[in-house]
């Protein structure tokens, strides 16, 4: 009783004759107010660390509370970050709104704002000066921590040399001291980043005119990966020999079973980029290229021999040389089955005959067909009779319910439906034809789809009574035409008997007047 508080006023009226005020929300401003204060003025406040949250620290500065990320806390080497649950500390509000109410801060473990502002000074006069002399700290597979007295400096990987290194170790050692040029200084993190391999001349700066595209060189694999491996062409300057680029008949080759880390090997140089800092090398090309001796031996339309060397869904391969094959695609196997039944002709190890079809050294391809030297009588057939209504001669070779099939050939066979055999359409078949019966019949249809040949004797007779229609109608006007030419000579000739005893008549006449 009798203590002084500081209240917030709420409403001067609440509905009921009273005004409403807050003890708690009055507290809570209060502090708020002092943290937008000291992130203002960038001073450091008090608070207790609760428990970790996901990306950090919860932090409870006077009541409220805050987030500290695990990013802006200092941690020293070996210290668990679950140790600082219930600790109190110093803090520097760096992010404050009231709009989502959100704190953030930034833990200083020593709580003197002025060592922080003497490393940020320190760091600046480094970035003037551009080189430092440090000792490596702690080395990481990212790169090393090098102890610069005053402050901390971060070297990563690609930093250290201008060839690519596996890790910080092969060329740092924790507790040796190395010259340094200072390349970045982040003011928010207070982060000084150095480098090492900038204290000495940039191999790629004198690469024009030494190394150039379509050479043939020799270099030491320094690296092994799974998409190629890596080889120095000359101190600082490395090249990648990427998969395809390793061997000619294998496209997903394990670089491992060609070369180790450590073997001078022969290269060519495919491209270079130097802005890029970037070498494309072609380990093949040092070695004969098979597709261009195929192309010197075989030419397309060749028929070759050789064995299966394997198949799978899409077809079939077949050896060419010791080390080359060709491949048959599925659908170039046989005239008749599907591409399934066809694959199940042939066995790995079978001798077949195949003709080529495409030979392409630049694309590395070789590709064959069975098909294109094995007789297919109706594609024979149909390539022979390109026209519609050719007369064939056939012979039956059996009789069935609405059709016959008869033998245009000794491998291909064709169909005259019921419809299509001429005379009464209501007899069976087999009372019009019989099976060795030899017949005149008239291409009328081939279903490419389904292979049949279709003929008729309908056609046939239709055709004979047409053309001797034709020959009747020409014998009737020729007839015709001749007796109009009697009747005009009969005529004629009438005139002309006429005329001449009309002139007689007149000669008498004169002579006897």
Known sequence: MGDEIELMLESVENGLGRTQVSYG???FWRKWLELEKAHKDETLVDGLIKNRVRGGFSVSV????????????EISEGINPASFENTEGKFKVIKISRGRFNIV??????????SENEKRIFFESLMEAGTVRGKVKKIMDFGAFIDLGKGEGLVYIADIMWKRIQHPSEVLKVGEEYEFKVIDYN?????????LREMHDNPWDDLVGKITEGQETSGIVTKIDKYGFFV???PGIVGLVYLTEIDWLNKSPRPSKYVDVGDKVNVKVLTIDIPARRISLGYKQCFNNPWKECAEVYSVGDIIEGPVTGINKSGIFIGLTDNLDGFIHASNIDWELSQEEALKLHSKGDRIKAQITLLDPDKEKVTLSIKKITPYPFMDFCKANKVKKSILKCTVKSIENKRIIVNIDENLDGVIMASELGGDRMKDPADLHK?????????????????????SLRAITEKEEQEALKEQKKKKSGFFSTLGDMLNIKEKETTAVIEESARKETTVEKDNP
């Not at 801060?105 to 002025?114: C, I, N």
């Open 62 to 73: 006077g009541g409220i509370k805050c987030f500290l990320p695990g990013s802006l806390i």
């Open 435 to 455: 099976i060795g019966d030899e017949l005149t019949a008239m291409l009328w249809r081939v279903d490419t789809k389904k292979k049949n040949i279709f003929l």
């Open 232 to 234: 120095e062409l000359s």
């Open 25 to 27: 929300k009055a507290k």
């Open 187 to 195: 003011k928010e993190k207070n982060r000084l980043s150095l480098s």
């Open 105 to 114: 801060l930034a833990h200083k473990s020593s709580g003197d704002e002025k």
